[in-house]
């Protein structure tokens, strides 16, 4: 997978979960306190996002960060395995999250 590939599998599920959430560019982007032009780039795979980033855009829209880089036709309820290793990986993730904010 090519860099440019990994940024357009990222601005398609940020679009996705955006839409999900029914929000438009301009809501998500005045949440985050970005410009709306900035998360059409996301979207369109034209701009990359920092770390730091993605920290707020995956704790406003209350998801995973591996959540935007799964597969385009990815659907864990078609396929077990992968149901249960996302179920896992949420697992994973707050116990990390329970065990990081201890300290």
Known sequence: MTEQEVRE???YNLKRIR???K???ME???SLDMHFTFISDIENGKKWVSPETIAKITTFLKVEPYQFLLPV???PEENPTLKSFSEELDKAFAV???HYFLF
């Open 19 to 21: 839409k999900q959430q």
């Open 9 to 11: 599998l990222f601005g």
């Open 96 to 98: 990390v999250k329970a």
């Open 73 to 75: 036709d990815y659907k």
């Open 23 to 25: 929000l438009s560019q």
């Open 28 to 30: 998500l982007a005045n």
